[in-house]
């Protein structure tokens, strides 16, 4: 999509689903029960009510033009990570170029560190919620202490009125090192087909997305696993390449944020849903334009300092298609 304002013609047979990691969008209140000190109007980062509302506005306009070029359309379902609370969600669902959309949003609050959590909008006239659950993953650091991280997310609905499940993540991150942290993203991985299976249990023939921030790569362990032992395909495999990716960092692209689509979407149906094609939401204006890092993600922060873009993540997306 060269033009992100084009409006190509509405396929109405077809349906977008993306996942966006927001990078820290943090409401401007002080929470003493996590660790957000970073992200308010004093705070050495000055977030500050005027940073917010552009945030806002700019995510916003990102997520409405998710699939639009093939779709003609904004996207049914986004999953999002890095989510504070609720009135973000709400903020973000009110702000410009989301607000005429019929978007509502699944959110629970997780024992997370800092107060981060992963969420689901929706269009409700495109989708119906049939069941939502959370679940924890248990961790601990070395030291034996419990490691509180996000939750797994677990929605299932009626797309266009048929039967869908996402799960959606956000796995445990490398600060601490790759092979120190591998075990945690096994951990989860494990923790997401356990929700698989029971799922198959009442519906072997389930239509599932497992959708994220990974924080591992196509070719990891983990998700390897979840590919080799739960009937997933990763789309995801062939989109990455040295020169691209959702994450820049040193000079080096990853591929951390993916869909993985259970088998049932390629079954040939007049009726139902297939799959059709899963990319990278790459456009432009997503990008630094200049500079030593052209090309990668136009981030709200590098570290302290404030440069005003969207996130550090590019978002993803499928298509599905009648």
């Known amino acids: 999509m060269s033009d992100p304002t084009d409006e190509p013609s509405v396929q109405h047979n077809m349906q977008t689903i993306g996942f966006y990691n927001l990078e820290n969008l943090f409401d401007l209140k002080n929470n003493p029960n996590t660790n957000d000190d970073d992200f308010l109007p004093m705070s050495s980062r000055r977030w500050t009510p005027k940073r917010y509302n552009n945030k806002l506005r700019k995510l916003g306009f990102a997520i409405a033009n998710i699939g639009r070029a093939e779709t003609g359309k904004h996207p049914a379902l986004v999953g999002l990570a890095e989510v504070e609370n609720a009135k973000v969600l709400k903020d973000l669902l009110d702000s410009e170029y989301l607000a005429t959309y019929s978007y509502d949003f699944v ?13 689901l909008i929706y269009d409700t006239n495109i989708f119906d919620i049939l069941h939502t659950e959370t679940f924890g993953v248990l961790l601990t650091d070395e030291d034996g202490t419990p490691d509180f991280t996000r939750d797994i997310l677990l929605v299932s609905g009626l797309l266009d009125g048929e039967k869908i499940h996402l799960i959606i993540n956000h796995w445990s991150s490398r600060r601490e090192g790759l ?10 991985a494990e923790r997401v087909g356990y929700i698989i299976s029971q799922i198959r249990n009442s519906d072997e023939d389930a239509k599932i997305l497992v959708l994220g ?12 696993y979840l590919v080799n032992n739960y009937q997933l395909y990763n789309p995801m495999e062939n989109l990455r390449s040295f020169k691209r990716g959702t994450v820049h960092f040193k000079r080096q692209w990853f591929l951390f944020d993916q869909i993985l689509v259970s088998t049932p979407f390629f079954k040939p149906s007049r009726t139902q ?14 990008k630094l334009f200049k500079g030593p890092f052209k090309g990668s993600p136009f981030r709200t922060y590098v570290g302290a300092k404030y440069k005003g873009g969207y996130s550090d993540h590019f978002p993803v997306y499928t298509i599905l298609k009648k």
């Open 179 to 188: 092979e120190q942290t591998a075990p945690k993203r096994m951990a989860s």
């Open 107 to 119: 959110h629970f609050d997780s024992l997370d560190e800092r107060g981060i959590d992963v969420a």
């Open 273 to 286: 849903f297939e799959f059709s094609k899963a990319d990278i939401f790459d456009e432009d204006f997503l």
């Open 213 to 224: 921030d990974f924080n591992d790569e196509p070719k990891s362990e983990s998700i390897r």
